[in-house]
């Protein structure tokens, strides 16, 4: 059974975003008008977390850090969901049933990663934006938590194309939106179990680390730290 995860490289990161505005559009993620982004409204599913080290020039530092869900191996968003809207599936990708879900938000205070987000409105879609909607992802209602799926989607049209062809699946048949899209090519994903694959290598690094990963919660994306 394949184990998908991610690698992101630190040191190949610009902080250019591309990756976030690919996740939006891939996935239908909803946008909101100025005035509820200022209220913290913004939906996101990949967000490029900003860290500035130092108080002034030449000493300061700022460091990108982009944080998709991290689909975890034990996941505490799924222990306290009541209706199970949310669940660890079998290759280890913590999934989401927007039908099922009733906004109580108890997986969204139990993640310590805060990669979740709520739907407080109606998500409103231009005429433009329309003719744009992935036809593959589900637009989500208002009153849900949504977050990554590590574009679920394109596993399973993967999967039927090597059904097609009679073949196993390759590593380059399941690729991510935001891996697609950035041009210094930081992000790698795959099945971590695999050896002959990439994110295996790079996830056993001497450079790899992941985030709170004291905390016991074995997330699948790793980071590749700067300057070594």
């Not at 399973?156 to 399941?174: F, G, S, T, V």
Request: glycine share 4%; proline share 7%; with cysteine.
């Amino acid at each position: 059974m394949p184990k998908w995860g991610m690698v992101i490289d630190l040191d190949k990161c610009t902080g250019c975003g591309a990756c976030v505005a690919a996740c939006k559009t891939e996935n239908n993620v909803g946008v909101v008008s100025p005035r509820l982004s200022s209220e913290n409204r913004s939906m996101f599913w990949m967000e490029m977390i900003k860290m500035v080290e130092g108080e002034e020039y030449p000493d300061m530092r700022v460091r990108y850090i982009p944080r998709p869900c991290f689909h975890c191996d034990r996941p505490p968003c799924t222990r306290v969901c009541p209706v199970r809207a949310t669940y660890l599936a079998e290759e280890g990708l913590v999934a989401q049933i927007y039908n099922r879900c009733i906004g109580c938000r108890y997986c969204m205070a139990a993640c310590p990663y805060t990669v979740k987000v709520f739907n407080w409105y109606e998500p409103q879609w231009s005429d433009e934006r329309k003719q744009c909607v992935n036809p593959d992802v589900s637009l989500r209602p208002k009153g849900v938590v949504e977050k990554c799926t590590f574009c679920y989607h394109r596993l399973q049209i993967a999967r039927e194309d090597a059904r097609a062809e009679n073949r196993p699946l390759k590593e380059a048949d399941y690729r991510v939106a935001c891996q697609d899209a950035c041009p210094a090519a930081a992000i790698s994903f795959g099945d971590l179990e695999d050896k002959s694959t990439k994110v295996y290598e790079l996830s056993r690094s001497t450079r790899a680390m992941r985030i709170m990963e004291d905390i016991g919660t074995e997330p699948k994306v790793f980071y590749l730290s700067e300057g070594e």
